[in-house]
């Protein structure tokens, strides 16, 4: 970005913060708990729109992303493929990863209808104006500026409210069923598959790869846990090397069960606060909207975040509702991040069970006599001519 248009944003930045974060006497409202304290008597609707003006500017930036984010991370998928080497496999890998990645969605649309966290939540809707970022240096800035505009997206939020405490316990109730969800189908629905297929104890096989989950509970980035994965694979479970470098960068890019479970949840959970009724049509759209999406989500911390703008605008939903669910988002991402670790080590122990004969090593030719022209031919079928005098050894 140029310096005038530096200087230009931190002049505004000083104005706005003079202008709205000193109180009636002059004093400077802190971030401390007194900010969840004001009362829709000390603010008026504007000025509530003002306050939650820089969170406003994070969400604007993140739809941003949309796009570059979705194609790059298809394109570095498909590009890992080798279709003429690995078809079968290729094949296979694909309709497992998107029969998983259905399965997660299922099972959190049906706990989250169950549980209904967000039933009866009171909530006041309005709409804001649009921002527009046309800079290529705000990918820069947005690192700078994100801390900054997570609080403010946080507390408009909180302002909005007539009772935050109700939105805390749905808030809860939402966590609950995300962390429910994750955990029936990383624990028992991804195992039962992976021991009806191969017949293995799966439980021996996570063991395994028990590094690599905990890097990615640590990391948050099925991406950066990779070679960890890859190494735990290749060694503590003994996957065939070719098997585990086909599956595991695929998997990284289009493989995210979590993250599908997630978005459904999660779009479920900001209509029932809004107290909108879901259709069987839309739920159904939220399901497929959730699966695509999860697919073109890059490997990264919070990229979920970005592509549930997409499930949201299929069914109508209003996206700066995203802010309800950004508090306790960092906790759930690196569980949603633990499962999808999780699927694509299962799928490439699945995955090498099934495709075993294909990779099994080939016995060398045997070649037997020819005696017709003094030649011999091997079992691939190919004549092999003999010098004069050469006898074959059978």
Known sequence: MNVGMDGWMDGWMERWMERWMLGKKGKLIKFEPEIICLTHALLYVQEKQYFSFPGELLMRMLKMLILPLITSSLMSGLATMDSKACGKMGVITITYYLWTTFMAVTVGIILVVSIHPGAAAQKDNYSVGKVVLSSADALLDLIRYFPFGIVFLIAGKILEMEDPSVIGQKLGLYVITVVSGLAVHGIILLPLLFVLITKKNPFAFIQGI???????????????????????????????????????????????????????????FIAQVNEYELDLGQIITISITASAASIGAAGIPQSGLVTMVIVLTSVGLPTEDITLIIAVDWALDRLRTMTNVLGDALAAGIIAHVCQKDFAPKPPPVRVPWREGGGVWDRMGTRHLLAPGIKTVL
């Open 210 to 268: 028990l590094q690599a989950l905990l890097i990615a509970l640590a990391t948050s980035s099925s991406s950066a846990t990779l070679p960890i994965t890859l190494k735990c694979l290749l060694e503590n479970n003994g996957i065939d090397r070719r098997v585990a470098r086909f599956v595991l960068p695929v998997g990284a890019t289009i493989n995210m069960d979590g993250t599908a479970l997630y978005e459904a949840v999660a779009a479920i």
